[in-house]
């Protein structure tokens, strides 16, 4: 199956305006910290059932936590939609 992957910038808030596809759209983002903008543009993602992957950069329990929190708010009240997808890629 092909699929486009499309840069995705959670702290700008808001979600890339695509064209119509006859491929899956992929949305590709890096997480460094969690702010109230990348809980916005995530959930706002995954409410228009959008696939986010999500590249975990640094380590630590610390930068888990505040992960954890980031997909927590934006997925709270039962957000059912949209597929999220964690990797260290750059690890």
Avoid: Y
């Amino acid at each position: 199956m092909l699929a486009v992957s499309i840069p995705f910038n959670l702290e700008s808030g808001t979600v890339p305006s695509i064209p119509p596809s006859k491929f899956p759209v992929i949305f590709t983002a890096s997480f460094e910290s969690k702010s109230d903008a990348a809980v916005t543009a995530l959930r706002t993602a995954l409410s228009a059932g959008h696939t986010v992957e999500i590249d975990v950069q640094g380590s630590g329990e610390d930068n888990w936590e505040r992960l954890e929190d980031l997909l927590t708010k934006a997925t709270a009240g039962g957000l059912d939609t949209g597929l999220i997808i964690l990797c260290e890629c750059s690890a």
